[in-house]
T-cell receptor, first 111, second 118 residues
Framework: RKEVEQDPGPFNVPEGATVAFNCTYS??????FFWYRQDCRKEPKLLMS???SGNEDGRFTAQLNRASQYISLLIRDSKLSDSATYLC????????????FGAGTRLFVKA | GAVVSQHPSWVICKSGTSVKIECRSL??????MFWYRQFPKQSLMLMAT?????????EQGVEKDKFLINHASLTLSTLTVTSAHPEDSSFYIC??????????????FGEGSRLTVL
């Protein structure tokens, strides 16, 4: 089993749609979680951190479920500019430097 | 905010030559930097962890004599692809995390270096 698993997609959705991605992780001791966005031929950029209580940033909502060991990202009112690959990132333990990336979920938002 | 700069952005070289890629943390010190490789339509693959003042830690399957890593200062790590061959053509990305008191733990990425070996 991979340490971090994501549905690769692609997800093809119309503008305005709501779309959700899940990411599961295998190490129950994992401490920090992030969603990154990567545009084609560009470096990944932080979209948002994921907190235990869940957090929201505009149209984006991230949640963490420690019991089931998954994190989720919800995008509401999708825009064309949301088309990208979304990477789930897990840091296995506190103070550790190693960062585990999911394979990424590709999203295409169509007009 | 913290920024990581990578250079060069594009490299085209002949087979058999060596290519050096630099990764700099611009406004924070990074005792640890990471090097990744990404092939088209594939995920980031961690190649190695670069440790300032000591040897890099390579992931399984990554040849340390092929991919030389030097982390001589707290703001600079270099990756040298030695005797590059066409199969080494890829997008190489570095990253670093600021671990100061005000750090959020965010991982910052360089802009990436696209290597094409002819």
């Amino acid at each position: 089993r991979k340490e971090v698993e994501q549905d690769p997609g692609p997800f093809n959705v119309p503008e305005g749609a709501t779309v959700a991605f899940n990411c599961t992780y295998s190490n129950s001791a994992s401490q920090s979680f992030f969603w990154y966005r990567q545009d084609c031929r560009k470096e990944p950029k932080l979209l948002m951190s994921v907190y235990s209580s869940g957090n929201e940033d505009g149209r984006f909502t991230a949640q963490l479920n420690r019991a089931s060991q998954y994190i989720s990202l919800l995008i509401r009112d999708s825009k064309l500019s949301d088309s990208a690959t979304y990477l789930c990132v897990v840091i296995p333990n506190t103070g550790g430097f190693k960062t585990i990336f999911g394979a990424g979920t590709r999203l295409f938002v169509k007009a | 905010g913290a920024v990581v700069s990578q250079h060069p952005s594009w490299v085209i070289c002949k087979s058999g030559t060596s290519v050096k890629i630099e990764c700099r943390s611009l406004d924070f010190q990074a005792t640890t930097m990471f090097w990744y490789r990404q092939f088209p339509k594939q995920s980031l693959m961690l190649m190695a962890t670069s440790n300032e003042g000591s040897k890099a830690t390579y992931e399984q399957g990554v040849e340390k004599d092929k991919f030389l890593i030097n982390h001589a200062s707290l703001t600079l790590s270099t990756l040298t692809v030695t005797s590059a061959h066409p199969e080494d053509s890829s997008f190489y990305i570095c990253s670093a995390r600021s671990t100061g008191r005000s750090s959020t733990g965010e991982l910052f990425f360089g802009e990436g270096s696209r290597l094409t070996v002819l």
